[in-house]
T-cell receptor, first 117, second 112 residues
Framework: EAGVAQSPRYKIIEKRQSVAFWCNPI?????LYWYQQILGQGPKLLIQ????????DSQLPKDRFSAERLKGVDSTLKIQPAKLEDSAVYLC???????????????FGPGTRLTVT | GQSLEQPSEVTAVEGAIVQINCTYQ??????LSWYQQHDGGAPTFLSY????GLEETGRFSSFLSRSDSYGYLLLQELQMKDSASYFC?????????????FGRGTQLTVWP
């Protein structure tokens, strides 16, 4: 089965510009997550979708970040306008089957490394 | 809220055993997961503990003590390819659809 796909892999923009990231989860996975991973830190959840609905966007800076998953399959995360502190890797993940004990394994894409200058 | 503490770096030699500890504070604990991430790569799932005790998967084992809010990942027969960052992550009770809260990660370097 194909993994989580993301594009682009790298992006360099100037502050105040806009940028968009694309994610295609594993086929059939209804739950999709966007994470921000700053260098030297763990992934931080930005937004979580179940099919095409937002389940949790409490950590999303809504004044500049937006995300959508219109058809419940692929998703786009946008930053407008970008700030220097947005430099990070943006990871997309989709939720796999339930594992023993009741939790879920998340499958991550390779990420988009964003540099804001 | 949730907070997790793990060492920032660990080093070991090939063939050795290393233990990466994780302590957590959470408002309602459900389970503890471990993920591996190579430089420039995607995090990949290693293990999950919901109950006290040891879970073994090949060379990797994970332990949980709910009463101590503590867990560890044990890596045996270390290989060069095990050099990576290792993250513990909690699933909080009541969190939506398996949401994970990650620690800052432990950079493991394996020397020949």
């Amino acid at each position: 089965e194909a993994g989580v796909a993301q594009s682009p892999r790298y992006k360099i923009i100037e502050k105040r510009q806009s940028v968009a990231f694309w994610c295609n989860p594993i086929s059939g996975h209804a739950t999709l997550y966007w994470y921000q991973q700053i260098l030297g830190q763990g992934p931080k959840l930005l937004i979580q979708f179940q099919n095409n609905g937002v389940v949790d966007d409490s950590q999303l800076p809504k004044d500049r970040f937006s995300a959508e998953r219109l058809k419940g399959v692929d998703s786009t995360l946008k930053i407008q306008p970008a700030k220097l502190e947005d430099s990070a890797v943006y990871l997309c993940a989709s939720r796999g089957p339930q594992v023993a004990g009741g939790s879920y394994e998340q499958y991550f894409g390779p990420g988009t490394r964003l540099t804001v200058t | 809220g949730q907070s997790l503490e793990q060492p920032s770096e660990v080093t070991a030699v090939e063939g050795a055993i290393v233990q990466i500890n994780c302590t957590y504070q959470t408002s309602g604990f459900y389970g503890l997961s471990w993920y591996q991430q190579h430089d420039g790569g995607a995090p990949t799932f290693l293990s999950y503990n919901a109950l006290d005790g040891l879970e073994e998967t090949g060379r990797f084992s994970s332990f949980l003590s709910r009463s101590d809010s503590y867990g560890y990942l044990l890596l045996q027969e270390l290989q060069m390819k095990d050099s990576a960052s290792y993250f513990c992550a909690v699933t909080a009770r009541g969190s939506t659809l398996g949401r994970l809260y990650f620690g800052r990660g432990t950079q493991l370097t394996v020397w020949p």
